[in-house]
């Protein structure tokens, strides 16, 4: 044993791959907080933009407006039994004149198609409409013959196991310009249509006679932000008091989205980068979503391979697009409660990254897709996909030289406190800029509470977030069978806990 | 002391030069994250104390100036009694010192819109006097006068509000503003205040009007009273801003203006299909009978979108001529998009003609014709 330690601490080779190793981690490591730096810049000058910009806009005018697009909203629900009747009602409440609710029954083995059928009046209805993207058998389409639910449209189909597949049935009833995906059991604030269909209404359809300057780009999808529902008040399918969440995992959870949208999403919207439009609540334009094929059912990041494919197809025939995010929070979602549940969903993005880039990788640094393959991909790849395997090897390389006694102790720590107080000051940049923009917690013990888990994240969540991360990765590259989550919903109020059925796919909805 | 401070930093700071580059960039990140970190708490501390500070400000003084309002305004004895640019307000109350601040004239300012916004009549009138007797209006030429766009655009909808006309010199300019969001404001207003030609700034318009900036104006043009409403044609036939073009062929179907039909005709030979689509929809909703035989004419050499709009057009129209045609379309047609609208518009008609016709069908065509005709006849699909 002694001999072997003696060898390695001689090998000059091993020092010198020490050495370069050391000294590109700290490269990798310097850039990628630089990104974040520049990211925090560009969120805030984006943010700032869009209060201005709208600070004087009077939404309400829409609501009557005979010249306001239609929105589909579409919502797939599997085994939702519980909590469908309120969340379809939620749905119908929309503050917007021209739209259609679209809920897909992915083949439940629970009440919920009884229940929806009961409670709204549906009858099956002979409806015509074209495949235009792939999914599993639709059985039955089901109206309300009270007029009072006359924008409900219910499907029921053979169970799809995911959510893209539901999705995409409800695309294809879909007969408006634009659709709202969302997850039947999101919490959306009653104008979200108004807020996300603005971005595709403020974009010139034609250049400028007085300077010739050509800034038309057709807006394709827009997105808002997400934070958990966990502690909030909601009645009746309204959120009446927001909270950050009163246990541990569910709010660092509330602490990591308001960093990837507000700060993250929020940069990326100023160059027109943004990777991802959440598959909790994103609009989209539908004849370009289905022109780049809809969602994929295999995927496990299926909200940003359509993302990914729909800016390819743009860029592919030339055309100039945008994706636009708003610093709002328009969709509160309940996040997992256990680790089991949480290790899940972050396994599944993982891996869904690890897929999508393999996917797509000739957009991967090529200049033809611009942004897409010089921006979006190149970040994600060295700084999405990468990083939990750099940090591992930067643990194990950490072991290695305590091992062999090599480990310069003030400089190791030096580091430590270097990744420490930047990872804080990120975190804490996320939190101000919220708070500057708006205050959805009322009381100080709130926002001092949500700030603690900046200093806590580095030690107990973020560690989670590497291993799950890693176990993703090896599923992806061993080609395990992934199985479907089984997230338990505590539902809001004074709710029963509901059952759900084994292969239930777990609606999740990812901040980045 | 002092120099033993200086000492000790020059200490550091030498030890500092010496240690590799990584960690002297490490250190220096390290301070400026702890700043950064420090800063942030202080300005969210401070940022929220701001806030609390002028709720409780605003607590305070609200309930003064809605008293001074009701006492002035709502309660005037001389309301209903005497012209109202002949009431006098008691001049004291106007004067009083908590009134000379400028966040409480800014407090005063958003009251009196808000109540404006609830009373019109003699009421709305005298709530104007009040903010023009009070001297508020300056307030709104200052913004005016400001550099930010977003200063200009608050005088804007202050001013209109408060219904106070602004000189064609000062607002037509902005209505070309490179800012979309002062044009859009600019050209809401120059509508609302302007009363004898309110859309004179369609013929200077070099920049686009956006979707949502349409309807805005469309609310403002088809509910403000009293405005002349022009023969639209006018800028269908003329200008050469093409979003001026599409949203005077929204407000044309709006107001029914039948003598626009051969100008709206005029742009089905234009190049843009968007705009030709905009057109068919357009004389669709004027049931334009004397458009068909030209939309008939141009059917097989147009676009999918356009296609489906004379099919629509042809379903408002309903002048029972192109029945023919429509079941043709329905019954052989490949695209699923052109058969369903082909049907809406044939069963649309609702002559005995029309209805034969889908019995017909009905009885001799294959499942998927069937299919789309009963999805069209179900009042429950929309």
């Known amino acids: ?512 | 002391m002092f120099s033993s401070l200086v000492a000790l930093i020059t200490s550091a700071y030498e030890q500092f030069i010496y240690l590799p580059l990584f960690i002297e960039i490490a250190i220096i990140f390290i301070y400026v994250a702890i700043i950064a970190t420090v800063t942030a708490y202080s300005v969210i501390m401070y940022k929220r104390w701001q806030a609390y500070v002028e709720e409780k400000r605003l607590a305070f003084i609200s309930p003064k100036i809605e008293a001074m309002i009701t006492e002035q305004v709502l309660l005037n004895e001389n309301l209903e009694k005497i012209p109202v640019d002949d009431i006098e307000f008691d001049q004291a109350a106007l004067n009083d010192q908590a009134f000379k601040h400028k966040w409480v004239r800014q407090a005063i300012i958003d009251i009196l819109i808000q109540y404006r916004r609830n009373f019109r009549g003699e009421v709305g009138e005298l709530l104007r006097k009040l903010y023009l007797d009070m001297g508020l209006m300056k307030e709104a030429d200052e913004k005016l006068k400001n550099i930010h766009w977003e200063v200009q655009i608050k005088a804007l909808t202050e001013l209109t509000r408060m219904d106070i006309s602004i000189s064609d010199v000062t607002i037509l300019p902005l209505t070309n503003s490179q800012k979309p969001e002062l044009r859009a404001a600019a050209r809401n207003a120059y509508v609302q205040l302007s009363k004898n030609e309110p859309f004179k700034f369609f013929d200077i318009a070099t920049e686009p009007i956006l979707p949502w900036d349409q309807l805005e104006l469309f609310k403002i043009i088809t509910t403000t009273k009293d405005i002349p409403i022009p023969n639209f044609s006018r800028w269908v036939s003329y200008s050469e801003n093409k979003s001026i073009v599409s949203f005077c062929l929204k407000l044309i179907a709006h107001y029914d203006q039948q003598p626009a039909i051969p100008a709206v005709m005029g742009i089905l030979n234009n190049k843009d299909h968007y705009f030709r689509a905009d057109a068919i929809n357009c004389l669709g909703k004027l049931s334009a009978e004397i458009a068909e035989p030209k939309m008939l004419e141009i059917y097989n050499t147009q676009p999918l979108n356009c296609q489906l709009e004379i099919l629509k057009a042809l379903g408002r129209i309903a002048s029972g001529k192109h029945l023919e045609f429509l079941k043709t379309e329905f019954l052989y047609s490949y695209n699923f998009d052109i058969r369903m609208h082909a049907a809406r518009s044939l069963i649309k008609h609702n002559t005995p003609i029309s209805r034969s016709m889908v019995d017909e069908i009905m009885n001799t065509a294959e499942d998927e014709a069937k299919l789309i005709i009963k999805h069209c006849q179900n009042p429950l699909i929309k």
């Not at chain 1, 059928?117 to 409409?129: G, K, M, R, S, T």
């Not at chain 1, 999101?186 to 979200?192: A, E, S, V």
């Not at chain 1, 927001?242 to 990591?256: G, I, K, N, S, Y």
């Open chain 1, 1 to 512: 044993m002694q001999a072997i330690r003696n060898w390695i601490i001689n090998s000059s080779f091993l020092e010198s791959l020490g050495t370069f190793y050391q000294t590109v981690v700290f490269i990798y490591g310097t850039s990628l907080l630089a990104v974040y730096a520049i990211l925090a810049i560009m969120s805030l000058i984006s943010i700032r933009r869009y209060l201005k910009k709208n600070a004087s806009v009077d939404y309400g005018i829409i609501l009557e407006s005979p010249l306001a697009p239609g929105i589909s909203v579409v919502a797939p629900a599997f085994n939702e039994g519980v909590t469908i009747i309120q969340n379809v009602r939620s749905l119908l409440t929309f503050n917007y004149p021209k739209f259609e609710v679209i809920i897909i029954n992915d083949g439940s083995t629970d009440d919920t198609l009884e229940k929806l059928i009961d409670e709204f009046q549906l009858v099956h209805v002979e409806y015509a409409f074209r495949e235009k993207l792939n999914c599993m058998p639709i059985k039955r389409i089901f109206k309300s013959t009270n007029s009072a639910y006359d924008k409900l449209i219910v499907i029921d189909k053979v169970n799809g196991k995911s959510k893209a597949d539901g999705s995409n049935a409800g695309i294809n009833l879909a007969k408006y310009d634009y659709y709202l995906c969302t997850d039947v059991d999101c919490i959306l604030d009653k104008d979200t249509l108004t807020k996300l269909i603005k971005p595709f209404m403020d974009q010139p359809t034609e250049v400028s006679s007085k300077t010739g300057e050509d800034n038309t780009k057709r807006v394709i999808a827009s997105g808002a932000t997400l934070r958990m529902v966990n502690s909030c008040d909601v009645d009746g399918g309204l959120l009446i008091r927001a909270r950050p969440p009163r246990r541990f995992l569910p709010r660092f959870q509330e602490m990591e989205y308001i960093r990837a949208f507000v700060l993250g999403k929020m940069g990326w919207d100023l160059i027109n980068s943004v990777p991802n439009v959440s598959g909790g609540l994103g609009m989209f334009d539908t004849e370009i979503s289905v022109k780049a094929g809809g969602y994929d059912s295999k995927s496990f990041g299926e909200d940003m391979d359509l993302i990914t494919r729909m800016c390819s197809y743009m860029k592919s025939n030339n055309k100039r697009y945008a994706v636009k995010y708003v610093p709002l929070t328009l969709c509160w979602t309940e996040g997992p409660t256990t680790l089991k549940v949480f290790g899940r969903q972050r396994s599944r993005w993982a891996r869904g990254l690890a897929q999508i880039m393999s996917i797509h990788r000739k957009i991967l640094f090529n200049p033809r897709f611009g942004r897409l393959g010089v921006i979006v991909f190149t970040y994600n790849f060295f700084f999405e996909l990468l990083a939990p395997l750099v940090e591992f090897g930067g643990i194990l390389f950490y072991i290695y030289l305590i091992i062999t006694g090599q480990i310069n102790w003030p400089f190791a720590i030096i580091l430590i406190v270097f990744v420490y107080t930047f990872s804080v000051m990120i975190t804490t940049l996320a939190l101000l800029w919220d708070q500057l923009s708006f205050k959805y917690y009322k009381t100080w013990g709130e926002v001092i509470g949500l700030c603690l888990m900046a200093f806590l994240e580095p030690f107990l969540y973020h560690p989670l977030i590497l291993f799950f991360a890693l176990k993703g990765y090896f599923n992806f590259v061993t080609g395990r069978k992934h199985v479907w989550g089984n997230m338990q919903r505590q539902g809001f109020g004074a709710q029963p806990k509901k059952k759900k059925g084994k292969d239930e796919p777990t609606p999740e909805v990812k901040p980045a």
